[in-house]
Structure formats: structure tokens, C-alpha cells
């Protein structure tokens, strides 16, 4: 009876809240009871029973809770002035690293009340969150490599584009304030797959993130070749860079792009992620052609993110197993609606339910006809909804 009450509420809600952050307890009822409740919360379209999509899922989300909406703004201490600003580059265990805009690095607790105000996110303090921290003592070290001294943690400030796991309902935040997904491509070795880079753009589109997209090697092809492709994502608004790690074509843009952003890189392994960091900022030395380990779909990964800072500003997060988006939280109904060149014809199919494969009198397939969307975006998009979703 309780559950059905809670549904019940979950569905007015909905209505009349459509888009804005919801309500505490509602989100608690969704986690102790409800596996799949919480999804259904962010896509309120969803309608299907698609909770066997995946069990454990990984996406970037806009504030989506209200632990994420709120941060844990709790002000034990009006006295602000006296505390610092902070960006939070690791966790480990209880203690956090804390950088000030002026790159000083602390070794920060958390305060214990802020602990116990959630106990369904397995850490308080995630990597890129921004927190109001009480420096407790100077180190005076005056090698930089050194950390500046320790401090507390007094309060974490409201979190926007969440990286995150859903399992069993409960969330597990990889990553908060991703301002900017980074997907990186290939014009050769490996092939240029621009359905991938759509599902990509897709993934950073659902969650309200600005993606860049970088088609890298551009030395090892004839960019004029590239141009068509290149011309639809213009079209749709998108930026596109075409880079070399070679030539260093665009590397500047590039880094002026990422320079006061929290970034995240994505993209098949071999694209040349790591190079392009390493050309942004030689500092950084990753290591460049290792194998990948990214390929390990679904696996519970212990390795925490990292925030790692980029000479000259901006940060990128290092998080380990979700580089190529390869999870994701979509059902097949809502696809259509995150491509911008599809939406304007949605809304007049025969069926409002339509997926626009196989359904008569389908405003999206009679546009494709007409040459009015990209025939190679709705290839896209069929593979989008075949190989990923399993329709
Ligand atoms: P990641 O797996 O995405 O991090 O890719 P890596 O940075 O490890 O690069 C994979 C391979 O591509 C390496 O052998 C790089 O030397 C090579 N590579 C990276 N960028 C470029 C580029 O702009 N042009 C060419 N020709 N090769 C590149
Ligand atoms: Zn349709």
C-alpha cells in the first residue's frame, strides 16, 4: 500500500514539477524502494519497464537530486570570511585534497555533521566539487610539489553536471561540475565512427553539458574530405575542432577551450586522448598508446576520479571506466528527442509513441525522404536504438 501511495505521488509530481529539482523524501522513497525510481524521476517520459537495460548505469546528469541540486550547503559557521574556496581533486578514504583558485593544495578532513547528512552516497566529498573549507594548519613547505597543510571541510557548494552510477537505486557520484565533455575522435587509425561520436554527443546533450567535438589526426587524411560531415554538426549548432597532436593544428584552441573549464575526455581508446592533454600541457606526461582498460563495461571499478589541474587553468577529470560513455540512461522513446535536428518533426507522426523505425506515417521518416534530415544522422540514429538500447 505504501508503495503504491508512493507512486502515486511520484506521478503528480511529475506533472507539476516537470524539470525542477524534487523533494527530499520523495527521492529517499525512491531509494529504499524503488530500483528503478529514481531513473524514472530524471526521464519523467519513461514509461516502459526498461530497468533491464542495465543494473548499474553511469551517466552525466544535470543536478538531478536534491543532494546533487543543493550540494550540502549547510552553514555551520556565519562566519564565511574566514574560510577558504576550494576545488576537490581526490578522495581518499576520509581525507580529500583541496586545491584554493591560487593552487594551493590541502589535506582536508569533512566535517562529521556534514557526514551524517547522507548516508545513501558512499562519499560526501566527490572529485570536482566545490567546498568551503577552514585551514587548520600551514605546512610553510616551500616546495610546490608539497601540500600547503590541512583543513576542514565546512560545507560543499551546489553541484551541476554530475557524473554518476546508479545501482539499486542508490547513487554513486563520480565526478560533479563537468562544464564541458571533451569527445575525441579520429579521422584515421582508428576509423572515424560518426555514430559514435552521435551517441556522445547524445549522452553530454541528456545531461545539459556543453560537448566539444575533436576529430584528432587530421594529419593522416585530406580535411576536405571531412568537410560534409563536418557541415551537418556545424549545422546542429556543435563545434567541431579538427587537431593534430603532430602538426599541432589547434592545440591552442584546444587548451583556450579547456582553460577555465572542468572538463571530461572521452572517446575510443587509441584516439589520442592522452596525447592531446600531453600537448595541452606537457607537465601532465601521460603515458601515451597503453592499453586500454576502459573496455570493462559495467564492472564495478574501486578507482577513484581524480581531478587533475591543467597548467594555465581549467581541470580535467580522470575517471576511470567511464572515458568512452559507454553506459548511459536513455530509453529508446526519448532518443529522438535529444537530437535537435529530429525534434521539430516529432510531434507530428501518426503515433505519439512513435520510435520512427517502423511505424507508419512517420513525420521523422518522410523528413529523412524529403533530404530535410541527414540521412547519415537517422543511420545514427537506428544504430543508436539497435545496438544500444535492443529494440
Ligand atoms: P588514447 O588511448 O585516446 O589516450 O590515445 P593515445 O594518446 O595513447 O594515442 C594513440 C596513438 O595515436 C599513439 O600512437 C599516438 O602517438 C597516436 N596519435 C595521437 N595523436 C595523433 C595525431 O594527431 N596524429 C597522428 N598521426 N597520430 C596521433
Ligand atoms: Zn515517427
Not at 553541484?159 to 579521422?187: M, W, Y
Amino acid at each position: 500500500m505504501a508503495r503504491k501511495k508512493s507512486g502515486k505521488l511520484r506521478t503528480s509530481f511529475r506533472k507539476k514539477h516537470q524539470g525542477r529539482v524534487r523533494e527530499g523524501d520523495l527521492t529517499r522513497e525512491f531509494r529504499q524502494g524503488d530500483e528503478d525510481g529514481l531513473a524514472d524521476a530524471i526521464h519523467s517520459e519513461r514509461l516502459s519497464g526498461k530497468g533491464d537495460l542495465t543494473r548499474k548505469r553511469t551517466i552525466i546528469g544535470k543536478a538531478s537530486t536534491p543532494d546533487d541540486a543543493a550540494g550540502l550547503n549547510v552553514e555551520f559557521n556565519p562566519d564565511n570570511a574566514t574560510l577558504s574556496r576550494g576545488r576537490v581533486l581526490s578522495v581518499h578514504g576520509l581525507q580529500s585534497k583541496v586545491m584554493t583558485d591560487d593552487g594551493d593544495i590541502y589535506a582536508c578532513a569533512t566535517r562529521q555533521v556534514l557526514k551524517s547528512l547522507s548516508t545513501d552516497q558512499r562519499h560526501i566529498v566527490v572529485a570536482g566539487d566545490h567546498v568551503l573549507f577552514r585551514i587548520q594548519s600551514r605546512s610553510g613547505g616551500i616546495d610546490p610539489s608539497e601540500l600547503a597543510g590541512d583543513g576542514m571541510i565546512e560545507s560543499v557548494l551546489p553541484r551541476h553536471g554530475t557524473l554518476h552510477r546508479t545501482s539499486r537505486g542508490k547513487q554513486h557520484i563520480l565526478a560533479a561540475n563537468v562544464d564541458c565533455v571533451v569527445i575525441v575522435a579520429t579521422a584515421a587509425e582508428p576509423t572515424l565512427k560518426p555514430a559514435l561520436i552521435d551517441r556522445m554527443i547524445l549522452t553530454a546533450h541528456q545531461c545539459g553539458i556543453t560537448p566539444l567535438v575533436v576529430i584528432n589526426k587530421i594529419d593522416l587524411v585530406n580535411a576536405v574530405d571531412l568537410a560534409p560531415l563536418m557541415g551537418v554538426y556545424g549545422s546542429l549548432g556543435y563545434r567541431v575542432l579538427m587537431t593534430s597532436t603532430v602538426t599541432g593544428q589547434n592545440i591552442d584552441y584546444l587548451r583556450a577551450w579547456m582553460q577555465n573549464r572542468q572538463s571530461v575526455v572521452t572517446g575510443q581508446s587509441g584516439v589520442g586522448k592522452s596525447s592531446l592533454l600531453n600537448a595541452i600541457d606537457p607537465t601532465l606526461s601521460l603515458s601515451v598508446g597503453r592499453v586500454s582498460t576502459d573496455n570493462q563495461k559495467g564492472r564495478h571499478t574501486t578507482t577513484a576520479s581524480q581531478l587533475i589541474p591543467i597548467r594555465g587553468g581549467g581541470c580535467v577529470f580522470d575517471t576511470p571506466g567511464i572515458r568512452q560513455f559507454q553506459l548511459w540512461d536513455i530509453s529508446a522513446g526519448e532518443v529522438a528527442g535529444y537530437m535537435p535536428d529530429f525534434r521539430p518533426y516529432v510531434s507530428h507522426c501518426r503515433y505519439p509513441n512513435c520510435l520512427h523505425v517502423s511505424e507508419d506515417s512517420c513525420a521523422v521518416k518522410n523528413a529523412v525522404a524529403d533530404g530535410q534530415i541527414d540521412a547519415r544522422r537517422y543511420d545514427a540514429y537506428c544504430y543508436l536504438l539497435e545496438e544500444e538500447l535492443a529494440i
